[in-house]
């Protein structure tokens, strides 16, 4: 039996039809539901900037204070530059990514634990559509925590930051706060509290950010520690990051920049897809 449209008439006006039981109405991306949820998500952490943003910042400075002036004059030169001009654009980025997890994995978390999980879950967003929100709101919220840090960083004594490789500095930093705002959605899907939240971020997140050549270089490293450093992604978001700075990575020359470049998006598309399909299977998130 072929299908049928449902038809009413308003006022003795023309039939208007409306979409037989079971077929979708939004067809394709629900533009108007994944703004909404955007928006919603950038004024969830603005109402309390001073947390979310204005804090990290001041504790990311509060780093660069202490090395800076711990060293004194022995800290001398990092890869041909002054330690400050070293030292300031990992702590920029490390800040940007430490805050993308914080944002993705509160978001869906704290709906989790008070009961409103359903408002995410009741919109007609697709698995897809829910993701990009979460995950580009945390990239909001990365980004004008770096661009405070590096405001503040730049006004520090001692500190010059020079954009040599501005494409390595968008594309590192948007690739490094990608890759923690899947993480902290994947973290806040399978965290059933808090303090499960916090696990991940006190024995993952930060040790892997601390000991990712933000305040060294790799090669210093004994040689099995250098080769956990290498097979560590927070190195070479790092690096990078450096290197549209001050043009000179530990990585190695420019063919070792760009193949991290390539890596760091495969890694974030195979992570991407991952959480798509846990989202989807709806593990820990439908009863």
């Known amino acids: 039996m072929a299908e049928q449209s449902h038809t009413i008439k308003a006022g003795g006006g023309a039939a208007r039809a409306f979409a037989p039981p079971g077929r979708p109405v939004i067809t394709g991306i629900n533009r ?17 900037q001073t947390q979310t943003i204005w804090a990290p910042a001041v504790t ?10 711990a060293l004194g004059p022995a800290k001398g030169e990092v890869l041909g530059m002054p330690f400050g001009d070293f030292v300031a654009p990992g702590l920029i980025v490390m800040g940007m990514m430490q805050n993308a997890f914080a944002n993705s994995s509160f978001s869906f978390l704290s709906g989790k634990i008070q ?11 697709s698995e897809g559509e829910l ?6 709101a945390a990239i909001t919220r990365a980004v004008l925590v770096g661009l405070t840090v590096a405001v503040a960083m730049a006004l520090y ?20 706060a990608t890759l923690l705002a899947l993480t902290g959605l994947v973290a806040s899907i399978w965290a ?3 303090d499960h939240n ?12 601390l000991l990712s050549g933000t305040f060294y270089t790799i090669e210093r490293l004994p040689g099995v520690f250098h080769t956990i450093s290498l097979a560590n992604p927070f190195f070479y978001v790092i690096s990078g990051f450096r290197y549209g700075f001050i043009g000179r990575s530990d990585m190695g020359g420019e063919d070792m920049v760009l193949a991290a470049a390539l890596g ?8 991407g897809f991952a959480t798509y399909r846990l989202l989807r299977s709806g593990w820990k998130i439908r009863s």
């Open 192 to 194: 059933e509290k808090f």
């Open 60 to 69: 990311t400075l509060l780093f660069l204070v202490i090395f800076t002036v």
């Open 32 to 48: 108007v539901g994944l703004w909404s949820l955007y928006v919603k998500e950038v004024r969830r952490f603005f109402k309390v």
């Open 131 to 136: 993701m990009t929100g979460i995950v580009a």
């Open 264 to 271: 760091l998006l495969v890694l974030n598309a195979v992570l």
């Open 198 to 209: 916090a696990a991940v971020t006190n024995f993952v997140v930060a040790p892997l950010s």
């Open 157 to 176: 004594p001692g500190v010059t930051l020079h954009a040599r490789e501005p494409w390595a500095i968008v594309w590192f930093g948007l690739m490094g």
């Open 115 to 125: 009961g409103t999980i359903i408002d995410l879950l009741m919109p007609p967003l």
